[in-house]
């Protein structure tokens, strides 16, 4: 399979597209998908992860690739955020490690 566009978007959107998909329509990678999204959504609402977003681009060295995955685990702890970021290139001081852990724990999350 080639891949044409590559477009991030909030898990809880993919979940909904997925969800609204016949299910006998679905690739099994669509329905692998489907399961774990459904399992580990975080946050349900696309206006609370718009406000995250736009908190989250505040801090320096983030760019979307990682604002996303961090909207995907949306970490109470900071190894939770070291993992996130243990296979990229950048390195994130404590200031912003806490910022992001700041950002986080100042929402409700759904699980």
Not at 16 to 28: I, K, M, P, S, Y
Not at 34 to 49: A, C, M, P, W, Y
Request: glycine share 0%; hydrophobic share 35%; aromatic share 4%.
């Amino acid at each position: 399979m080639e891949i044409k566009e590559e477009e991030h978007v909030y898990p809880v959107e993919a979940l909904n597209a997925l969800q609204e998909r016949d299910e006998e329509e679905l690739t099994h990678e669509q329905k692998i998908a489907l399961e774990n999204l459904s399992r580990h959504v975080k946050v349900d609402d696309v206006d609370t992860l718009e406000e995250l977003y736009d908190e989250f681009t505040e801090i320096d060295d983030l760019k979307d690739k990682h604002i996303f995955k961090l909207l995907e685990v949306v970490p109470q702890h900071e190894s939770t955020v070291r993992s996130v970021f243990s296979k990229e290139r950048i390195k994130l001081d404590d200031s912003q490690i806490e910022d992001i852990l700041e950002i986080c724990q100042s929402i409700e999350t759904v699980n």
